[in-house]
């Protein structure tokens, strides 16, 4: 291993140091995925970040399309924000304030429906893989954790975030 | 070990005082007495050992090893090969790491006729068993000292229900279930007299007064909720260790007693005296029936029967006031006692059922019992008389066939799949591997040393596994690095696949163990819960989610409803509390991910912390004693905030009109203006 490490050139040295930094930043908050390394071996296989398949719009999860209506549904999103009071608002403001993670306002405009509702029911992979999760983690440092939420719950919650940034 | 008895004898030779040929005799005699102590720490190991035990790292174990925690009152889980402590489920005791025993909610499973007790003395384990399979969904424990009979959820790994025994003192031939888990046992190992007689009798009046209780606790089939079904007021002898039959035997239960003598003093000495003691054979099915019929007596007693709810992540203690008993005197056939040398300890059942297995511990062999010649025995009513009004069954019409000179101190045996029995012998420091057919000894090996029980995975069910054996060792001496006076208890695996047995690794136990069930992890890994679902948690003082948090006073009691994710309490700062108060951290844990416990710990608090598992709530009373601010934190380290995870509360003078107030996030504009004069 060692090695190879001086074989490599500075750059490149470079690249693995920012490497390293970044998993024990993750290793250090904690078991990634809540799986044993046996469990996670088959996961490691899948190329995430940086395969030409991944696409970061839709990020990694079941959810591939998801079906918006133009107006908005408000008993979907009166039942994302129940969802919302009990496994969210601890650390999520509907301003655009930062409390532990980002402020909700606008998010529905930065992100796609796909995105947003497989990273809030695959949260672990995603920070794992997907740039934009990595990208908030360094600013959030704290994991987003995976608070279990069904496919409707997910839904709902989507439909929420939509009124909270001012659909109708 | 003949060579070292050769070389001390060279040794003494050399220097033919009569002094030393005294000695030497003396030496020899000890050797002879402990053929098989062994002298080397190290030398049983062949090379292989270590890769046998290997496990690497990230990979499971095969299989999941309870162990009895003993003196700790405590249940450890390993797992094995690797001898990996997994977990120590609190059961007994309290446990101040986690808040068992302490925490609002955990207070009532320690309760007892006797109020709260913080302690006992844990024993032994059975897992329960679907048609003589371990299947996996619970664990039982018991208590010996202050008698119980506790239910471990195998999903949850947490103490779901402690129930104690009356008519009972010291439980020791418990918590043995019948194949179906329909009964769990509980035989009392100190005779007493009855819960509602009058006790204030003289100890010598032992034979007149004292009686041995047997308690069939029965087990939901659903919920695993335990009841006393019936007790069984047997002769006043200490009943030992007990197992249920299996198949054609699986409606018998099975109990040693030794102090047939009825001794009240010196028992070391006095209860030593016959050849012979007893095991017990109940038909339990007819004594089930007969409580079902209504027969025996309703004895008026006290009890606690303690319920954990998993949805209200709650117990409840129920004191119950009476109880059915049934003196077997009176109800002929239930009862039978077969002579067994000397002092049994062990009564081990085979796979097949049909042989039960005494280990007298002061016996030269190991009886073997045939189930079949037991039940023709009583159809010829081939007895020798009887003891206390109980037919005695004859030696030798219920004898299948003695181990002969197995070794020293015979105490635990369990088997394996291949119709060999395994027994621990305590005097002479081994396990001895014998066939149940032809009762021949086929191996023998040193343990360090002086072995208790010994476990093999499912090695009292009808499916025992052929692999491992382990030995939990009561005496560690020279085993691990020193740690002064006190050592850790060595537990010893064994590789049986072979047809010699393999000393593979030996590993410290917490507190002492005695009996201990392992079954393949895949019986239980995958129903393990991960966390608890919020929308379920129905706690009365839940809070689900932030907006729900508060702080209310009733009187002098204050109900502090918060909750705990990562990484912030809420509320976490909290003024208008006063000398005198009775504050309640109600505490939820709202995360909803595998492996994300909180901790809530309050400077000074008198009790303990909490651990509080994702979706769970509960409960520190604490009272403050002084005007002051006082911080409280998590405890256990949860993401790169964890540190920050923290709180005050402001504590005023009693009667302080300072104005209750709880806040997150918000630094209350008076205060700042305040400083800022």
Known sequence: MHAIIKSQKITSMKRIFAAIIIMSTLYACGNQNGKPAAASATEEKKEGNGNPSYDPNRGEGKFKTVEVSGKLDAAMADNGFKVFSVKCSSCHKTTDEKLVGPGWKGVTVRNTAPWIMNFITNTDEMINKDPKAQALLEICLVRMPNQNLSDDDARNLYEFMRKNDGVK | ?677
């Not at chain 2, 010598?204 to 939901?220: M, P």
């Not at chain 2, 209860?271 to 309703?298: P, Q, Y």
Request: hydrophobic share 35%; aromatic share 10%.
């Open chain 2, 1 to 677: 070990m003949s060579y070292q008895k050769l070389n001390i004898q060279i040794l003494y030779s050399m220097k033919k005082t009569r002094y030393n040929a005294i000695a030497m005799a003396s030496f020899a005699l000890l050797l002879g007495v402990q053929a098989c102590k062994p002298k080397n720490a190290g030398n049983a190991v062949s090379a292989d050992a270590a890769a046998k035990a290997y496990v690497a790292p990230g990979k499971y174990d095969e299989y999941y090893n309870f162990v009895s925690g003993g003196f700790s009152g405590q249940m450890s889980v390993y797992g094995l090969p690797s001898g990996r402590l997994l977990k120590v489920v609190p059961i007994f005791s309290v446990n101040p790491e986690n808040g068992w025993g302490y925490s609002e909610e955990t207070k009532p499973m320690l309760n007892t006729s006797h109020g709260f007790v913080p302690w006992d003395d844990q024993h032994h384990l059975d897992l329960s068993q679907t048609n003589g399979e371990v299947d996996g969904r619970w664990i039982f424990a018991n208590a010996n000292n202050t008698p119980r009979v506790a239910r471990v959820d195998l999903s949850t790994f947490h103490t779901a229900e402690i129930l104690e025994l009356p008519n009972s003192a010291g439980n020791h031939s418990s918590p043995f279930i019948t194949e179906n888990t329909e009964y769990v046992v509980a035989g009392t190992r100190f005779s007493v007299p009855p819960d509602d007689k009058n006790g204030d009798v003289p100890i010598n009046t032992y034979k007149q007064n004292f009686k041995g209780t047997i308690s069939f606790i029965s087990v939901d089939k659903n919920n695993g909720n335990m009841d006393i079904a019936f007790q069984l007021q047997c002769p006043g002898v200490d009943f030992d260790l007990s197992h249920a039959g299996k198949g054609k035997s699986s409606g018998w239960f099975f109990f040693s007693c030794y102090n047939t003598e009825q001794a009240n003093t010196l028992l070391e000495v006095n209860a030593s005296k016959r050849d012979k003691d007893f095991i017990m054979a109940v038909n339990w099915k007819k004594a089930a029936e007969l409580a079902k019929a209504g027969k025996g007596r309703k004895q008026a007693v006290k009890y606690a029967s303690n319920r954990y709810d998993e949805k209200t992540h709650t117990a409840t203690s129920t004191i119950k006031t009476e109880v059915t008993v049934m003196d077997v005197k009176d109800f002929p056939e239930l009862v039978y006692f077969i002579p067994c040398p000397k002092s049994p300890h062990g009564c081990d059942v085979d796979p097949s059922g049909e042989y039960i297995v005494g280990s007298g511990k002061l016996a030269a062999l190991i009886p073997v019992f045939s189930f079949d010649k037991i039940q023709k025995a009583i159809a010829d009513k081939a007895f020798e008389g009887n003891y206390d009004g109980i037919p005695v069954i004859k030696y030798e019409a219920a004898l299948y066939g003695e181990v002969k000179k197995p070794g020293l101190g015979p105490l635990h045996t369990e088997f394996d799949d291949k119709g060999n029995a395994y027994t621990t012998m305590f005097v002479s420091s081994e396990v001895v591997k014998w066939n149940v057919k032809d009762l021949k000894v086929l191996d023998r090996v040193a343990t360090y040393y002086s072995p208790g029980h010994l476990m093999i995975p499912g090695g009292d069910s009808k499916k025992p596994s052929g692999k491992y054996l382990v030995a939990y060792n009561k005496i560690t001496k020279d085993r691990f690095l020193p740690t002064g006076p006190e050592l850790a208890q060595s537990a010893q695996l064994f590789d049986i696949s072979g047809d010699k047995m393999q000393l593979v690794l030996d590993y410290p136990t917490i507190g002492e163990p005695h009996y201990a069930q392992g079954v393949a992890a895949s019986v239980i890994r995958d129903r393990s819960v991960k966390f608890f679902k919020i929308e379920n948690n129905n706690h009365p003082f839940v809070s689900k989610g932030e907006g729900t948090t508060k702080v209310v006073r009733e009187g002098n009691k204050v109900h502090v409803y918060m909750t705990a994710i990562r990484s912030h309490l809420t509320p976490d700062n909290i003024e208008g509390i006063r000398v005198g108060d009775e504050v309640y951290f109600h505490v939820t844990n709202i995360e909803q991910d595998w492996d994300v416990p909180h901790g809530f710990a309050i400077k000074g608090a008198t009790n303990a912390e909490l651990l509080i598992m994702p979706g769970e709530t509960s409960t520190l009373k604490w009272i403050p004693e002084k005007a002051a601010i006082v911080p409280f934190y998590c405890t256990d380290f949860c993401s790169a905030l964890h540190q920050e995870m923290s709180g005050y509360v402001r504590v005023s003078p009693a009667g302080s009109s300072v104005p209750l107030s709880f806040s997150t996030g918000t630094n209350l504009p008076k205060s700042d203006s305040a400083s800022k004069k």
